[in-house]
């Protein structure tokens, strides 16, 4: 077996872009296609081959490209990490968007911008792609509509006591204050960061705050985001997501989901752009530009690079397979 695969960072986060064709995944939807994915393991073993150690690591990230539901998008796609397949992914819609106009897959003026849109499980986002002199230089993610759940949910688990915040925007996150956590959210703090995420996306599990309210596949607490304020409307965070995985990236959905919690708190009004770094101080620029009857409709700005082309092979006589996870 091979696969051929495209890499880029946004704001530091990998994202392993697989073409569509490379990968057959049937269903009548991405959502559907999700759900088919999961359950597959011819496809699955794709995942892991891509994800998993020595051709990934830990917390590597990437997507299939699929057709979209109808030809009202540009893009397919599924999202997926060395635990499985994620409903949203903001950095990754970021990268798309840079790579369907860096591969003339959708057309763009050299000095103007362009909507590339993209059907994902959560719905149908977009990437709004700023080129100057031929090279893209900011793409703006537009994403589904993101709302506060739920303020001041006690958490009480083994690893961390504590109170968080719970919002959508496209997954389902927790959100905690560095300060109540314990930690600060730099790399020194990692080994903690990781043991705070986890225990807290743990003693959420199977919670009723933690069911999406029109859609139970879209159900779950995906991450805990920990946060700290820099100054005025200027923050850092980190997205412990998935099983203790380590966003690098100030990550695209929790940020959407934290301007509904910026804005219902008054810190942001709409239209105010607000600042979010990440953990390696990188940075994403968000803003509310309008409401929806679901939630706020947010606007989530960075950056990603190519970074390699790549043809992974898989020989039937290696004895690792698909490869290992080693944390």
């Excluded at 620029?285 to 606007?299: F, K, P, S, W, Y």
């Amino acid at each position: 077996m091979e696969i051929e695969a495209t890499d880029y960072h946004t704001a530091g986060e990998p994202f392993r872009i697989v073409a569509e064709g490379e990968v057959e995944i049937p269903g009548a939807t991405v959502r559907e296609r999700r759900e088919r994915a999961a359950a597959s393991e011819e496809v699955d073993c794709v995942r892991r081959l891509l994800c998993h150690e020595p051709r990934g690591h830990a917390d590597m990230y990437g997507c299939f490209l699929v057709p979209p539901d109808d030809d009202g998008a540009d893009l397919g796609v599924l999202f997926w990490h060395k635990d499985g397949y994620s409903t949203a992914c903001g950095h990754g819609t970021i990268a798309l968007g840079a790579w369907a106009v860096e591969t003339g897959r959708v057309a763009a003026d050299p000095d103007g911008e362009i909507d590339v849109t993209i059907d994902v499980p959560s719905g149908r986002v977009v990437a709004r792609v700023h080129c100057c002199g031929g090279a893209v230089e900011a793409v703006a993610f537009r994403n589904v509509p993101s709302f506060v759940v739920a303020r001041g949910v006690r958490v009480a688990g083994t690893e961390v006591q504590t109170e968080v915040d719970i919002a959508y925007g496209g997954a389902l996150y927790a959100f905690v204050s560095a300060h109540n956590a314990g930690v600060r959210v730099d790399p020194a703090y990692l080994p903690e960061l990781i043991r705070v995420g986890r225990g807290i996306k743990s003693a959420l599990e199977g919670h009723e705050l933690a069911r999406h309210p029109s859609d139970d596949r879209l159900s779950g607490i995906y991450g805990t985001v920990v946060h700290e304020e820099v100054g005025p409307r200027h923050f850092r965070n980190v997205a412990i997501f998935a099983d203790g995985e380590v966003d690098r990236s100030p990550t695209g959905s929790a940020t959407s989901a934290r301007t509904a919690l910026l804005l219902d708190d008054g810190v942001v009004t709409t239209g105010q752009t607000w600042r979010n770094d990440s953990l390696i101080g990188t940075t994403f620029h968000a803003r509310a530009i309008g409401v929806a009857d679901e939630g706020v409709l947010t606007e989530v700005e960075g950056m990603a690079y190519r970074t390699g082309e790549h043809r992974f092979v898989f020989e039937d006589r290696d004895p690792l397979g698909t490869g290992f996870v080693l944390r």
